[in-house]
């Protein structure tokens, strides 16, 4: 019954192909574990890119990545096949992009969530410790134990970077308060195992948990969905996910992946594309946490109040969250 | 009382895990005590996740997706048996083609009906999902002393598919022990030589035996994508049915040790989740790496050091021809 859509896949793709005859500009885009419909990182960016492409009518490229070998091939054949511009999404793809960067100087490079000093490569970072410091206030608020929760993806310096600023968002509200963190895995398998996120949310809540944070891709809606099961409050991660069970996702911690894709393509097709190191936090909109109808009964004014006073502060540098440092 | 309440929430959590374990371990003890090598339950599970909730989330009955998970999973297991039984093939080779046919299939077809990049819509309607059964009085019991919150949490408050995986294991001992059909099946895959001259088909034995598996892994596959978890994403058994058959071999293809096996791999499981950043008396934090390997080792070494010899049906991975 769907088999005419999938020819229809076909039948862009084909095209897409066609147009690199005629040269025009050519954004491609690729995704991380997780994959493009994780409703949280990659998401963000496929957004991005969908945003881009209507604006402009241009057609882009994107692959999403189900095994690690296929990195570098992918983004070898892409830079071959004529691409301007290849975003690369996830700390995980820095040495692929390192290795196809050199080999193609012509070609430029956007790196989001790594460092890659190249002279074709803009590497996009983002300060997720801000947004983690306003999440971490809001479960404070919101808690009625006095215990919160974490569940990071992969054990990597990014993910305990989120970990940090959610504990110090937390004790700055309450200086006593007890954080229970736990990490899904060591490998890229722990940003898609929702399963397993469940269960480390429920070992969480049996332990006197009301709120969770979540920093773990797919795995994370397990983790929203035990809360959700639970009667508890959650929080999303990285795309606005207060609408997956609304009255039950206290607010998320936005990163604007969405916004880095979208400039890094109308950029790079202005001319004004630079390569280099960004760095996004409050202060420039690339973090911030979500209000919307969904959680609009569950962050209340009060609690709204609190968050935007502190976000102030942070941007104003009358607080200073720390970052983490990978020893 | 703190110590009491993390003993009784990891026995829980070690029950949830297992079930899928149990159930396709159990599936894995027909099919293998039949004399077919059961590779096949990992595709199978993953088949019926998949059905199950595809059906599920256009449907909006958690039955009627387990009905699909059933149905996909004894195709399935038809589709080895015709290979394997009737066609004679190499077990292995036939269970890891439908492994391998599965794993793509079902993200192809996630892909073409729901558009969502190979995963299922989220099963957030009501009755898309097994929820959890609370027995009488388990809110009055949880407050209560002793036994109360061993029963609100390890007895009480899981899904039906649970209780169901726990009551098949006495129910298949008494299938394979107690049943003119189970000693049958007992015979086919040590002797099936001396089963077909008593006159039993053979074919017949094999195939029903295998159908058996087909709609346990159903279960088990219904059970990862509708109760567990709320849809199915790629590759979602993670290996889940080679763990199975491996608590099978520990179990020495008897029912109530496979179950014992399973409950072992489940709790170490659980055990793992929750010893995360608790701080050891001695030992300090324990790194998360070391924790995460865990399972594992433990796996390792149980099998390799206390299993004792495993003794495989004798008449196992071979086709049997009347002719030789």
């Known amino acids: 019954m769907n088999f005419r859509h999938l020819g229809r896949t076909w039948l862009i793709m084909l095209a897409a192909t066609a147009a690199t005859f005629a040269k025009e500009f050519q954004p491609a885009i690729v995704y991380d574990f997780g994959g493009k419909f994780d409703r949280s990182f990659n998401q963000s960016a496929s957004e991005g890119a969908a945003k881009f492409s209507k604006e402009t009518g241009i057609a882009f490229r994107e692959f999403e990545i189900t095994n690690a070998a296929q990195r570098e091939q992918i983004m070898a054949q892409l830079a071959k096949r004529g691409s301007d511009i290849i975003v690369a999404i996830g700390f995980t793809q820095a040495s692929a992009v390192e290795k196809v960067a050199k080999q193609f100087p012509a070609v430029k490079f956007t790196v989001v969530d790594a460092v890659v000093d190249l002279p074709n490569v803009q590497s996009i970072n983002f300060r997720e ?18 215990k919160i929760g974490f569940v990071g993806g992969m054990d990597i310096p990014l993910i305990r970077k989120f970990a940090l600023g959610y504990v110090e968002g937390a004790r700055h509200v309450k200086p006593g308060i007890e954080v229970i963190q736990n990490m899904t895995g060591t490998t890229p398998a722990a940003w898609a195992d ?83 190191r960004l760095e996004l936090g409050l202060a420039e909109d690339g973090v911030d946490y979500s209000y919307d109808e969904f959680n609009r009964r569950i962050l209340t004014p009060a609690m709204k109040q609190r968050l935007d006073e502190a976000k102030a502060e942070i941007v104003g540098g009358k607080i200073k969250v720390s970052e983490y440092q990978a020893e | 009382m703190e110590s009491y309440t993390i003993i009784v929430l990891l026995l829980a959590a070690t029950l949830r895990v297992a079930t899928p374990l149990v159930l396709a371990a159990l599936a894995g003890l027909f099919s293998e005590r039949s004399g077919v090598i059961a590779l096949g339950i990992e595709g199978m599970m993953l088949g019926a996740a998949f059905a199950a909730a595809a059906v599920s989330a256009t449907s909006g009955s958690a039955w009627l997706g387990l009905g699909a998970g059933v149905a996909v999973a004894t195709a399935l297991a038809l589709l080895i048996a ?29 892909l073409a009906w729901f558009n969502l ?131 099978m071999i520990f179990g020495k293809w008897k029912p109530w040790p496979t179950f014992g096996a399973c409950l072992l791999f489940a709790f170490t499981d659980a055990l793992a989740t929750r010893l995360q950043g608790v701080t050891l008396p001695l030992e300090g934090v324990v790194p998360v790496q070391l924790i995460l390997a865990l399972p594992y080792v433990l796996t390792v070494l149980l099998l390799a050091g206390f299993v004792g010899q495993a003794v495989a049906p004798a008449a196992i991975g071979v086709p049997y021809s009347k002719e030789k």
Request: aromatic share 8%.
């Open chain 1, 129 to 146: 410790q801000e947004s983690s410091y306003l999440c971490g206030m809001a479960a404070a608020l919101a808690t009625r134990t006095g």
């Open chain 1, 194 to 276: 929702s399963t397993r996120g469940a269960e480390l949310a429920k070992s969480q809540f049996g332990r006197g948990v009301d709120v969770v944070f979540h920093a773990a891709g797919a795995t994370g809606l397990g983790v929203m969905q035990a809360a959700t099961d639970a009667g508890l409050l959650s929080i999303g991660c990285d795309s606005n996910q207060d609408y997956l069970h609304p009255g039950s996702v206290l607010t998320s911690a936005l990163k604007r992946v969405d916004v880095a894709v979208y400039k890094a393509f109308q950029n790079a097709r202005n001319g004004t594309w630079k390569a280099g």
């Open chain 2, 82 to 110: 015709f290979a394997c039984v009737t066609h004679r093939g190499n077990q292995v080779v036939a269970a890891m083609a439908v492994n391998i046919m599965v794993a793509g299939l079902g993200p192809a077809l996630a």
């Open chain 2, 117 to 247: 990049g190979g995963q299922t819509p989220q099963l957030d309607g009501a009755g898309q999902r097994f929820g959890a059964v609370l027995w009488p009085w388990a809110q009055a019991a949880r407050e209560a002393p002793f036994p109360g919150l061993l029963y609100a949490e390890l007895l009480s408050g899981h899904n039906l598919i649970v209780y169901l995986a726990v009551a098949l294991v006495p129910f298949s001992a008494w299938v394979l022990y107690r049943t003119r059909f189970g000693l049958r099946l007992r015979a086919v895959g040590e002797n099936p030589h001396a089963v077909d001259t008593a006159g039993i088909s053979v074919t017949r034995l094999r195939y029903e035996a295998v159908l058996i598996s087909g709609v346990l892994c159903g279960v088990a596959g219904t059970y990862l994508s509708t109760a567990a978890s709320a849809g199915f994403v790629r590759d979602m058994t993670a290996g889940k049915g080679y763990l199975a058959l491996a608590a």
